[in-house]
């Protein structure tokens, strides 16, 4: 038995490309119509574009290569999709986390973020209102996720080819 891909080569690049645009406009684009801000989205687009592309090619791409070498059913898309985005949720926390850990060993850093009762973070730490929104913002970020991967799979549409044996 051979390990073919059922989807083509043309299918899977145009699922990742598909991917970080969506991605991109899903965080970016539509906060920023909401917000009544249009400008954000072409202001964004000079590194929020390239920025989506590079983490869909170096996260996205090799999971969606692996995944592709079958037909992929609407619930696993929604699935994939949503452990996609929890893999590059996952390393936002890291990284914001690290960098806050850093902030708050700096003695000349002083910062508080939002005020009364919604203070998000006091030198570089999350309060516990703090870690609700991260939290809230995650699950939000990996429920869109999901939402990306079943409108790409249905815009790339049935596999091309298919297994022999």
Do not use: H
């Amino acid at each position: 038995m051979s390990d073919w891909p059922v989807y083509s080569r043309k299918q899977w690049i145009k699922a990742v490309n598909l991917s970080a645009l969506l991605g991109y406009l899903s965080v970016v684009g539509v906060p920023s119509l909401l917000n009544a801000n249009p400008g954000g989205i072409i202001g964004g687009a000079i590194l929020g574009v390239p920025f989506a592309m590079l983490c869909c090619w170096v996260v996205g791409a090799p999971i969606l290569k692996r995944v592709m070498q079958r037909e992929i059913s609407w619930i696993s898309a929604a699935c994939w999709g949503a452990a996609i985005a929890a893999i590059l949720a996952t390393l936002s926390i890291a990284i914001g986390r690290y960098s806050g850990w850093r902030q708050s060993n700096n003695p000349n850093f002083n910062s508080t973020i939002g005020g009364g009762d919604n203070v998000i973070s006091i030198d570089g730490i999350l309060t516990p209102y703090g870690w609700q929104v991260l939290a809230q913002d995650t699950l939000l970020f990996i429920f869109v996720g999901a939402v990306i991967a079943i409108t790409v799979k249905w815009l790339v549409g049935k596999p091309a080819g298919f297994k022999t044996e």
